[in-house]
């Protein structure tokens, strides 16, 4: 089985990584030269845009998925004429745009921030009548790890706040003062079976994930869930889909989905029976998809611009290491670690250790 992967970065090394036990071979379709799936992957050098080379690139691979949500649906859509695309382009639609993100949640009845949308500062202005400061105002499309963002918390940051962000079209919503944010990820299969992953609990420094700890048997599992199987009718997934949430007074507020592999989901290649990347690909190439249970307490911490010497992370009981091989840039995932011990008590000793050493 040959399978196609938009994008070259981490998530398609791991992919590959995921899959190639099961015995499948990897072509990924990236613009950049030298990204870190090389290691692992076929690599087509050329843009989304150019129908010449997604046609090289459909020729040369059986299913097609991708690694990112911001792939252009007619990209998307060209190639799924061609061949097989998981998860469907349609998830790919919603994802790419908070505004048909937040709708569609609204729609199915998944709670979400109060919103609205924003197309000219006198849109602004008066959407913040009704829904008032603090808020965040978010670019439409394009916006990743906190970028096209911007928090409202007087009229002062107002026109400050628009002109930051371009003009272009924007979602406002209401700030959330969570008490927790976690997320949820779930496969389904190409028959419809679905597993879901505990619920990860996450913590984000300046707007990037930081660490994720992995809480199994924790109460907001199930409401979470339902959210999830709403969201997997609806799309008629197939894939990997993370659902990221604000956890306020015992309530569920669904910020985010991502319709591919996710950064809280990396505890499970050490941590859980079946990995998420081995279960995407599980699930996109209509095998039986695998156990999700975690084989130990478990958590992972981002390598943000800086990677930490890899004999100082593995001297800690439990601990893995994990390097993309990408040049150290400033705010840029280099790697991350994950630890797994037999009690939880172990779990978070050592994990406060592996993260005195990561910045
Ligand atoms: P996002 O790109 O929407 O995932 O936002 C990145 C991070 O900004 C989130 O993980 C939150 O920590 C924070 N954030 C985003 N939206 C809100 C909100 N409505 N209220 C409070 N914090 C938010």
């Known amino acids: 089985m040959r399978i196609g992967i938009l994008g070259g970065g981490q998530l398609a090394r791991m992919l590959a990584l995921g899959g190639i036990p099961l015995g499948a071979k990897f072509v990924v379709l990236e613009p950049t030269q030298d990204v870190c799936s090389d290691d692992v992957c076929e690599h087509i050098v050329g843009f989304y845009s150019d129908t010449a080379t997604l046609d090289q690139f459909a020729d040369k691979v059986d299913i097609i998925t991708y690694e990112f949500e911001n792939v252009p649906s007619k990209c998307a859509n060209y190639l799924s004429a061609k061949k097989p695309v998981y998860p469907p382009p349609a998830a790919l639609e919603v994802s790419c745009d908070r505004l048909k993100e937040k709708t569609l949640f609204k729609e199915l009845g998944i709670d979400t921030p109060n919103f609205a949308a924003i197309q000219s500062l006198d849109d602004l202005t008066s959407a913040l009548r009704e829904i008032g400061f603090p808020s965040v105002l978010k670019t439409r499309t394009l916006g990743y790890d906190g970028k096209g963002q911007a928090v409202l918390r007087s009229e002062a940051d107002v026109e400050v706040a628009w002109a930051q962000l371009g003009g ?11 008490t927790r944010e976690i997320s949820v990820i779930a496969v389904r299969s190409r028959i419809g079976e679905t597993v879901f992953y505990p619920v990860s609990e996450n913590t984000h420094k300046n707007g990037i994930l930081h660490k994720a700890i992995c809480r199994p048997a924790d109460p907001m599992q199930k409401p979470a869930e339902e959210y999830i199987k709403k969201l997997f009718e609806k799309l008629n997934y197939v894939g990997v889909l993370a659902l990221e949430l604000f956890e306020m007074n015992g309530k569920l507020l669904a910020n985010e989905i991502a319709p ?28 039986p998809l695998g156990d999700t249970s975690p084989v130990e307490f478990c958590a992972m911490v981002n390598f943000i611009g800086e990677t930490p010497n890899a004999a100082a992370v593995l ?35 050592g994990f406060d250790k592996l993260l005195s050493l990561v910045n």
């Open 168 to 178: 272009v079209d924007c979602i406002l919503e209401a700030f959330v003062p969570f």
């Open 315 to 349: 001297s800690i009981k439990g601990a893995h290491f994990h390097d993309y091989g990408k040049e150290a840039k400033p705010g840029r995932k280099l790697g991350h670690a994950s630890i797994r011990r037999p009690t939880k008590e172990a779990m978070l000793e």
């Open 260 to 287: 591919r592999v996710h950064n809280t989901g990396h505890w499970s290649i050490e941590g859980a029976n079946t990995s998420q990347f081995e279960n995407h690909i599980r699930a996109i190439t209509g095998l």
